[in-house]
């Protein structure tokens, strides 16, 4: 029964939550938004019994990204500024029914979906040391390889992001070079 | 049992994704798309934690998933807000229904 | 392999003047005039030794035998057909080796003073060559097949030289018909070939007028017509034969050919290539005369063309014209000689290749005096000349040799070869056919001698052209003379010593025949004597008291007319037309209809692409959500009716553009420019 309560109460957080990044006219204010819904999929892994996965969550993603959007928001948008252009109404309609009709259907086909009984239980399921072993086995099972590809993108993103943001002071320097 | 089944999960994530979806197709500004794009693939990790917990509590995949998803996440993040920044000095606004340059 | 060397390279012959044709065309022609001309007249000195070397090793060693001295499998369409390419040595093929190489060395030289100063002198030498490699190929092969490729070389070498003045639109027009009419008559040629190689199953000419083959055809009947196939095909290929010798409805192109330089005129189209009509048949002579139908036809339009050109020249006043006519007369001649031959009694097969042999002499002699005549008045026109005898001596008196012979005056070659047509004609019974021949001998002589009185007596018509007027240069006058001998003495040989088919008995010459013959032809020359040795006006007399008929023949019955008439208003009309709409509007609107959809489906579809980052994301969702469809619940039968409507949409497009072609609503091209 907690658990069943834990999770209605997640779930209206996080919905709610999600409603106010997707509808806030303010930018910074749905990045709040943002960031209540991360904390609460982060509890959502605590319940699901996936602790290592919501330290992660709350550090990288939390820590990480919702910062560096803030950071960006900052850099580029008048916080003060409250409103922001917004969709038409119709638009807004339009979509907003679409994308409940896409739920009815994706709901629809999960719910009439039989799922099998789950496998033999494991008690450390999802502990630590299974994910630190999974993720560096080179044997089959493992993701070895997986894991540097992801290493590698994150330096090729690293360099890009680099590259990209201060495109502009490169283009000036050649600029002056030139003149 | 009385806690909540694979299908609370399930239809839970689905109403997260659909949010995310409706706000990548109404935000008119950049960020707030990318926000959104966060929302859907959080309810994507969620369904992987799900299926883990419930189906496969065996195999490894569905915990390492999730850690991949929030590399990728950040990957992601960081050059599209890089861009972002990039676009923002060259046209002033980040409002993708403005931009409109590649139209045929 | 006979073991005589000049027989044993025979194709030496055509390749000299093949290799002069590249050599002087590629090579030599940026060096100038003098040396193309020598290496042109090098390259047909070295032929014609070879050819008389080898006429002669083959008259004394092998008279009378058929050799294959030289053969190549050139193509093998199945193991029983077989396309050869060679060399084939009888009397016929000899015959014609020394009257080619010889006549066509002669006017090699002579065309080196006719053509001096032309800007495209030794473009000239190089087409007199390759004309000469072609016809001696022709006149050399060893197979049906080879026979038609060297056959259309001749047409095309033909063709290059009516239109050596290509900046004349009178020239362009002249070799184009040449080329189309003779192209079109060959098209039977070739049906006829394919007809043989289909029912005789073989090409080579030893094997087709061997008399088992012969048999073996005159026996298959045809499956769509009942009859056999000996007659259809030996009358389809005489189609061919009848185009290349100009005989009556296919005559219209070689008047016009006249429009080439003299050389060129006496060359091909008296000389040597028309006759290739008249080789072919002779040729294929078995197959001929196996069948009476092909024999009768080959008669009957011989016999027809000799009196029709005969009546036309008559009334011609452009010198190279009137000789033009005659050339076809002679030629129907030839036909009619071989017609009138059975292989019982074939002296006419004898009588026709003696008078091709006397014709190429005296008719080249009197196209290249004709042509020394032009070199010195520059004019076509026989009212301006008049008097010329006094200023170009040589070229009258060669004339005036040319001219009694082919008027059949004893003892110059014309008559003995004349002689002996008649003499066959009635061997065999063909007396309507003798009676027409004689008539025709006595026009001959008429017309002959008109156009020898009013060039050279008479008086001058245009002083001024009768002063500028003098000789030619040695080159042109002494071939004048050269010619001039065979001209004179060539009826002397024993001609049917040499060339004959079957045991020919001894003829001599039948006074009952050859007296009328001489009658005639004297008479014909004592009318043009009245008529034109001093000017009067009787000829206009005559002719405006018959001036409808004259009119009708001056206009040479109005054949070319008819041709004109059938072609623009019933073939054009009625035939060409409809193609033609069918092509614009069916084939070309396929075309455009192709374009027109691209159009039409890039305009519509670039629409989807707004350029606004969402639009895509909604594409790409209503993409998955069909897959979901397709995938989750209704499968195939779903993706089926998206397939069908998508290609419905697509194939409504395609209609409903193709009705705007037909009705000619849109010009997709001019769209295309303006976007």
């Known amino acids: ?179 | 049992m009385n806690g909540p089944t694979l299908e609370h999960y399930l239809v839970f994530s689905a109403l997260l994704f659909c949010i995310g979806l409706y706000g990548m197709l109404t935000r008119r500004n950049l960020i707030a798309m990318l926000m959104s794009v966060e929302l859907v693939l959080n309810a994507a990790a969620l369904n992987f934690v799900a299926f883990h917990h419930f189906l496969f509590p065996g195999d490894s995949g569905g915990a390492v998933f999730p850690i991949f998803i929030i590399a990728v996440a950040a990957a992601e993040a960081a050059v599209a807000l890089a861009i972002f920044i990039a676009l923002f000095r060259h046209q002033q606004h980040l409002d993708v229904q403005q931009s409109d340059s590649l139209k045929g | 392999m006979t073991g005589h060397w000049f027989i044993d390279h025979l194709w030496l012959v055509p390749l000299f003047p093949f290799l002069g044709f590249l050599l002087v065309g590629l090579v030599i022609r940026p060096l100038g005039d003098r040396p193309s001309s020598t290496v042109a007249i090098l390259a047909m000195v070295a032929s014609a030794v070879v050819g008389w070397g080898a006429a002669f090793q083959y008259f004394t060693h092998h008279a009378g035998e058929t050799l294959v001295p030289w053969q190549y499998e050139w193509l093998r369409f199945s193991p029983t057909l077989v396309g050869n390419m060679g060399v084939l040595v009888d009397d016929i093929s000899m015959l014609l080796v020394l009257v080619v190489t010889t006549i066509s060395l002669l006017i090699h030289v002579y065309s080196q003073g006719y053509m001096r100063g032309d800007p495209g002198y030794p473009r000239f030498f190089s087409f007199l060559n390759l004309f000469t490699f072609s016809m001696l190929g022709l006149v050399l092969a060893c197979s049906v097949l080879q026979m038609f490729i060297f056959w259309e070389l001749v047409g095309v070498s033909s063709f290059l030289l009516i239109g050596f003045y290509w900046a004349k639109p009178s020239a362009v027009s002249a070799c184009k018909k040449a080329f189309i009419v003779t192209r079109f008559a060959d098209l039977g040629f070739l049906i006829g070939l394919l007809m043989l190689s289909y029912y005789a199953k073989g090409l080579d000419f030893t094997f087709l007028t061997s008399p088992e083959t012969v048999a073996k055809l005159a026996q298959t009947t045809l499956p769509f017509l009942g009859v056999s196939a000996l007659p259809l095909s030996a009358i389809l290929i005489f189609c061919g034969a009848a185009g290349k010798s100009a005989m009556f409805p296919l005559h219209i192109w070689l008047p016009d050919a006249m429009e080439g330089p003299t050389p060129v005129s006496a060359l091909i189209h008296a000389a040597t290539m028309v006759v290739a009509g008249v080789y072919l048949v002779a040729r294929m002579f078995p197959m001929f005369a196996a069948s009476e139908p092909a024999i009768l036809t080959v008669m009957s339009i011989g016999a027809f063309t000799a009196l029709f050109a005969a009546v036309i020249a008559v009334t011609q006043f452009d010198i190279k014209r009137v000789l033009a006519y005659s050339t076809l007369s002679q030629l129907g001649y030839m036909m009619l000689a071989l017609g009138v031959a059975t292989l019982d009694k074939p002296l006419g097969f004898t009588a026709s290749m003696f008078h091709l042999t006397t014709h190429a002499c005296f008719k080249a002699l009197l196209f290249l005096g004709a042509g020394s005549v032009i070199h010195a008045v520059h004019t076509n026109d026989m009212r301006e000349m008049g008097g010329l005898r006094r200023k170009l001596p040589i070229t009258h008196a060669t004339f005036l040799i040319a001219c009694l012979a082919i008027a059949g005056v004893p003892p110059f070659s014309g008559f003995f070869s004349k002689d002996e047509i008649l003499a066959a004609a009635v061997e065999n019974g063909h007396y309507f056919v003798f009676a027409l021949a004689l008539g025709v001998a006595g026009l001959t002589a008429f017309y002959m001698f008109r156009l020898y009185f009013m060039t050279f007596w008479s008086e001058p018509q245009d002083h001024e052209k009768y002063h500028h007027a003098h000789e030619s240069p040695w080159s042109m006058t002494s071939v004048l003379i050269v010619l001039a001998v065979p001209t004179a003495l060539l009826g002397l040989v024993p001609f049917g010593h040499f060339v004959h088919r079957g045991e020919l008995e001894h003829h001599g010459i039948n006074w009952l025949i050859a007296g009328p013959a001489i009658l005639v032809g004297l008479a014909g020359i004592a009318v043009a004597f009245m008529l034109y040795f001093r000017p009067n006006g009787l000829p206009d007399r005559i002719a405006f008291a018959f001036s409808g008929i004259y009119r009708v023949i001056r206009d040479k019955f109005y054949i070319d007319e008819l041709y004109l008439f059938v072609t623009h208003h019933v073939i054009f009309r009625y035939v060409s037309a409809p193609f033609n709409w069918f092509d614009r509007h069916c084939v070309d609107g396929l075309m455009d209809l192709t374009a027109q959809s691209a159009l039409l489906s890039g305009r519509s579809l670039r629409r989807t692409v707004t350029g606004h980052l969402q639009t895509y994301l909604l594409w790409a969702w209503l993409g998955s959500a069909v897959l979901a469809l397709v995938v989750w619940q209704m499968q195939a039968a779903l993706g089926w009716a998206l397939t069908f409507v998508g290609l419905g949409i697509i194939a409504g497009i395609f209609a409903w553009q193709w009705v705007l072609q037909l009705l000619n609503r849109s010009e997709p091209l001019k769209r295309i420019e303006k976007d």
């Not at chain 1, 896409?102 to 719910?111: I, N, T």
């Not at chain 1, 290493?151 to 003149?179: F, H, M, P, Q, W």
């Open chain 1, 1 to 179: 029964m907690p658990f069943k309560f834990f999770f209605y109460l997640i779930a209206l957080f996080v919905l709610y939550s999600a409603y106010f990044v997707v509808t806030a006219r303010n930018l910074f204010r749905s990045a709040m938004g943002l960031l209540a819904v991360l904390i609460g999929i982060a509890g959502m892994y605590l319940l699901l019994n996936a602790q290592f996965l919501s330290a992660v969550q709350v550090v990288v993603y939390i820590g990480g990204i919702v910062v560096l959007m803030v950071f960006a928001i900052l850099l580029i948008a008048d916080v003060t500024q409250k409103v922001f252009e917004q969709s038409p109404r119709w638009r807004q309609g339009l979509i907003g029914a679409a994308s409940l009709l896409w739920f009815s259907l994706l709901a629809g086909s999960m719910l009439s979906y039989r799922f099998g009984a789950a496998a033999a239980a494991v008690d450390k399921s999802g502990s630590i040391r299974e994910i630190g072993r999974a993720l560096l086995s080179p044997a089959a099972g493992g993701y070895a390889l997986p894991f540097e590809v992801i290493s590698l993108l994150l330096i090729a993103a690293l360099v890009g992001a680099v590259t990209v943001a201060r495109a502009d002071a490169y283009n000036d320097e050649r600029k002056e070079g030139k003149a």
